[in-house]
């Protein structure tokens, strides 16, 4: 019998700001489809307390929305702690979230970032159809990585 792993998917946006709510959307289809071994965690933004939530889980996936014209759905891993320091609790990335949660509860997970491109960040709480597409292409690839056991 298979090992199943805890991953958890922490969707970041405002779901009042458009394309910004694509990673809470992403999220919500994430638990429609009933992975074995899925939690969810929806957040405006990334922020130290999560790194007490996140530590529990063998793997983490970060969906956020992003403008990179070269990629619709860029899923990437997070392996190299990062020296930056905290300027503001309030304003930290993937990184950043990475590096504090491996030096205080160091161990062998998983973590990587979904960015998503999108188009529109103005007030609004309807996805572009791009953001609507790139959503449905991260769904299925984030799927995919978590029934094919990484």
Known sequence: MRNIKKTVVVGVGNTLRSDDGVGIYICSELEKINLQGLSVINTHQ???????????????????????????????????????????????????????????????RSFFVCEIQVQNFELGENLSSMALINAGKAVKSITEFIENGY
């Open 46 to 108: 990334l922020h130290i307390e999560l790194v007490e939530d996140l530590n529990q889980f063998d793997t983490i996936i970060i969906i956020d929305a992003g403008i990179n014209p070269n990629c619709e759905v860029s899923f990437y891993p997070i392996t190299e702690q990062n020296s930056n320091s905290i300027h503001s609790s309030h304003n930290i990335d993937a990184t950043l979230l990475f590096s504090l949660l491996q030096n205080l509860y160091p161990s062998d």
